[in-house]
């Protein structure tokens, strides 16, 4: 028998009667990460890990009724051990692992093995089946070291500086927006981060996880020549957003390796920067855990599922779930 099996409300497992990562409302759910594609409302309860707890306060609401644990730390339900291990994504997200009469499944959640020194590093997980994300499972996509991308970016920005023209870069407001502001240079001009970021922040502040705030963007956007902004996409087709003076805008995306990722949005710029793991990545991952059989979600999956039968000889699939991955539509 499956240890998970994926039904209409999402990833099952029967024998524990918990959930992982579900879409519909369900008694027990246990989450990877904050993202509003993995952790949505109307749960009964939710476990995740510690660093997750404040988040999903936030977006999900105060008085949900939720369990933080450690990475490592197993618990049993019904018999069925959890662990959640670091999954190097954003900060709190998590790889689940079942296990049950010798049996392991690890569910990745989203992921990335390369270290980006805000969240606790992705850690690879032995077990026999692995459901993992495909949100760049092509051969195109394969990212450069985080620093080169950061010189790139603060180049840009000082450039633009040097010209009077205000920087605006558009990234998701939980997990790139924080990594982004660890590595800007000061020293160039200002930085600024719309509410939606500054708001994820300051919970992250006030929990003693993460230190780096941005200033507020105030009224009057003519006054930020030579600064720079972080920003959702969505927020430059707004009143808001249409607001600044011959503004440089640019995106920081795993699409941004792609032509049409740039034309999409009419871009200036692109720096490639994810919070998912590239081409080579998920393959590292997957060898690493020695999984005999795989399970591929959202992404790329059928042609990565391909690959993995061809190139590997691993039994390997794919299955339709909610999660979308990386999306510009932010």
């Known amino acids: 028998m499956d240890l998970l099996i994926n039904n209409a409300n999402g990833l099952y497992c029967p024998i524990a009667d918990v959930y992982i990562d579900p879409w519909r409302p369900v008694e027990k759910a246990l989450i990877t990460h ?17 660093h997750s707890v404040p988040i999903l306060k936030s977006r999900l609401g105060k008085n949900i009724n939720i369990h933080g644990v450690k990475f490592g730390e197993s618990f049993s339900i019904n018999g069925v051990s959890c662990t ?21 499944w690890v569910v990745t959640g989203d992921y990335k093995i390369q270290k980006d020194g805000v969240c606790t ?7 026999h089946t692995i459901i993992t994300e495909s949100t760049f499972g092509l051969p195109v996509f394969q990212w450069k070291p985080q620093a080169t991308v950061f010189e790139q970016i603060n180049h840009w920005w000082k450039t633009n500086a ?6 605006i870069i558009c990234t998701y407001s939980l997990g790139k927006a924080q990594r982004i502001l660890k590595y800007l240079d000061p020293s160039i001009g200002s930085i600024y981060a719309h509410d939606s970021i500054n708001k994820i922040n300051q919970v992250l502040n006030e929990a003693g996880i993460y230190h780096n705030q941005a200033k ?12 720079i902004i972080l920003t ?12 600044f003076v011959n503004p440089s805008i640019a995106m920081a995306s795993g699409w941004m390796a792609i032509q049409s990722g740039r034309k999409r949005f009419g871009l200036e710029t692109g720096f490639v920067l994810s919070d998912h793991a590239d081409w ?7 060898i690493a855990s020695e999984a005999e059989r795989v399970i591929v979600t959202h992404g790329y999956k059928k042609a990565y599922a391909q690959w993995l039968q061809t190139e590997y000889g691993l039994n390997a699939q794919s299955i ?5 991955g990386e999306s510009p539509e932010i």
Do not use: M
Request: a positive charge.
């Open 162 to 167: 040097e010209n009077n023209r205000t920087s």
């Open 34 to 50: 904050g993202h509003s594609d993995h952790a949505r409302t109307g749960h009964t309860k939710y476990i995740a890990h510690n």
């Open 121 to 127: 590093p992705f850690e690879p997980v032995k077990c």
């Open 280 to 286: 080579n990545g998920l393959n590292k991952a997957i």
């Open 216 to 227: 507020k963007v105030v009224k009057d956007l003519r006054t930020f020549q030579k600064d």
């Open 232 to 243: 959702p996409p969505n927020t430059l087709k707004s009143k808001w957003g249409k607001q």
């Open 320 to 324: 339709d779930t909610a999660f979308v």
């Open 84 to 104: 959640f291990y670091p999954a190097g994504h954003i900060i709190g997200s998590a790889q689940i692992k079942l296990s049950y009469k010798g049996e392991d």
